[in-house]
């Protein structure tokens, strides 16, 4: 059955390839001119209508960023930057500062334990992230009295923590910032295209339409990098509440170790 309907296909394409053929054939040259040329154009069509298929989101971006033009578009690019820059730095920052707080309370209580605080603060040194300073900046008081090094872990802990939102405000800054950029910059391009409608003396629609184009290009560039600076900045956040947490946990750990040990000593 298969074969039966290959065969019958093949004999159909024949058949149409000797029919067009001899249309083509019997066609007066006019006609035949017509038929070409309207063929040439619905490939050129189709070669142009996929060409735009293949432009790419990256591609189409950049076309868009030059169109936008390079007054408010290049501000807006430039927090978007330094908006990044800062959001890495933070990131790498705040992931270098997160340890296993769980595991540095276990090795300090040994260390205590077995070495007393001199042993335990040699632990601290030797691991790094705001805990493991707290954890040092408490035992280095422990010998004065429990509220000394209650007062010390406080302390610190504040230190601690405004290193790690140091710089996020500009983060902040460059979402509230990027955003109201494009907005200026669509106030200003529908002023030109006021302008030029002034300057015309009628509403003809292609005297305005690159000006108000213009000015939603920046709005729109201006939204994106707010949208793209906002993940960042939640993120950051989130880690940054979780770092406090551990340290806040640690700090109740450790004054618990240190009443234990003064207990029984």
């Not at 007054?71 to 296993?100: K, W």
């Not at 340290?247 to 240190?258: C, F, N, V, W, Y």
Request: net charge negative; with cysteine.
């Amino acid at each position: 059955m298969k074969k039966l309907f290959s065969i019958m296909a093949i004999a159909a394409l024949v058949f149409a390839g000797s029919f067009n053929t001899t249309a083509a054939q019997t066609m007066p040259a006019n006609v035949q001119s017509l038929v070409t040329a309207a063929t040439v154009t619905i490939v050129q069509d189709e070669e142009a209508a996929s060409a735009e298929e293949s432009l790419g989101f990256h591609q189409e971006m950049k076309k868009r960023f030059i169109e936008g033009g390079p007054g408010f578009m290049g501000i807006v690019l430039l927090c978007l930057i330094l908006g990044l820059a800062i959001a890495i730095e933070r990131i790498i920052y705040l992931n270098l500062s997160t340890t296993n707080t769980q595991k540095l309370a276990e090795n300090v209580e040994d260390a205590l334990k077995s070495g007393g605080v001199e042993a335990a603060k040699e632990v601290c040194r030797n691991t790094k992230g705001p805990v493991a300073s707290i954890y040092y900046q408490g035992l280095d008081r422990a010998d004065e009295s429990i509220d000394a090094a209650e007062k010390a872990v406080i302390a610190y802990g504040g230190v601690q923590m405004g290193q790690l939102e140091k710089n996020v405000s500009w983060i902040s800054l460059f979402i509230a910032l990027a955003p109201m950029l494009g907005f200026m910059g669509t106030v200003i391009g529908m002023i030109i295209a006021f302008d030029k409608i002034e300057a015309a003396g009628d509403m003809n629609p292609s005297l305005v339409a690159g000006g108000i184009k213009v000015a939603l290009l920046t709005t729109v560039f201006g939204l994106i990098v707010a949208i793209i600076l906002q993940i960042f900045y939640n993120y950051i956040i989130a880690k940054i509440d979780s770092i406090v947490n551990s340290m806040e946990d640690a700090s109740i750990t450790l004054i618990d170790m240190l009443v234990d040990y003064k207990n029984k000593k």
